[in-house]
């Protein structure tokens, strides 16, 4: 059963729109994360939140900006998009210090820039 | 830095027999956590099973278990008597030791698996 929300599932947008995704988690988990999986199914960290504070921050291009309200959301801003960010955006959950790394995903946000 | 490689891109085999998928990694960590991930066709990506680098015991859950070697920085999954709803593709992950909380898994490239009737 899911329980790591996100929405919108799929959005189709032109070269320099702006695009923002949602996730929400009904866990209690108190980290949450954004993976970016590209056509090739290769999946990378972008962002990683605990407790709305931002931990992780791999080298992506500063047009993303995480947004954090509390623990259970954590959104994905895309500032102007180019054709490279055309793939899927994963967010999920877990518990800190569990240190088991065990994630829960939700179902994706499959961006398309044409 | 940590690294996962995959090598087989794809694999088929007939329904109910055994099948191995192979997974290698790099660490400069002396404790690690190792996973594999299910991710079907719908794109919904679950956690499989998990070993953890201090046990000796391959994890075992269900018809999933691991084949560690940790000489040889490898972690296969196993599947047995394999069924149609196996196919999908699987992701081997390593998680570092550090019980910072920005500790982050990193992915092998995955394995797609198909089963066959």
């Known amino acids: 059963e899911t329980a790591v929300f996100q929405t919108p599932n799929y959005h189709v947008t032109q070269v320099g729109n702006e695009v923002s995704f949602n996730c929400k988690q009904t866990?209690?988990?108190?980290?949450m994360y954004w993976y970016k999986q590209d056509s090739k199914k290769l999946l990378k960290i972008m962002f990683s939140?605990?407790?709305?504070?931002?931990?992780v921050n791999e080298t992506v291009p500063r047009r993303f900006s995480p947004q954090s309200s509390d623990k259970a959301h954590l959104n994905l801003r895309i500032k102007s998009v180019e054709p490279e960010d055309s793939a899927v955006y994963l967010c999920?959950?877990?518990?800190?210090?569990?240190?088991?790394?065990?994630?829960?995903f939700g179902e994706g946000s499959k961006l398309t820039v044409l | 830095a940590q690294k996962v490689t995959q090598t087989q891109t794809s694999i088929s085999v007939m329904e109910k027999t055994t099948v191995t998928m192979d997974c290698v990694y790099e660490t400069q960590d002396s404790s690690y956590f190792l996973f594999w991930y299910k991710q079907t066709a719908s794109g919904e990506i679950v956690f499989l099973i998990r070993?953890?680098?201090?046990?000796?015991e391959n994890a075992t859950v269900g018809h999933y278990s691991l084949n560690f070697q940790k000489p040889k920085s490898s972690i296969g999954l196993i599947i047995t008597a394999t069924q149609i709803e196996d196919s999908a593709v699987y992701f081997c992950a390593m998680r570092e030791g550090s019980n910072n909380a920005g500790a982050k898994l990193t992915f092998g490239g995955g394995t797609r698996l198909t089963v066959r009737p």
């Open positions: 866990l209690g988990h108190d980290t």
């Open positions: 939140y605990n407790n709305k504070q931002l931990i």
């Open positions: 999920a959950s877990s518990l800190r210090g569990a240190n088991t790394g065990q994630l829960y």
């Open positions: 070993q953890d680098s201090y046990k000796k």
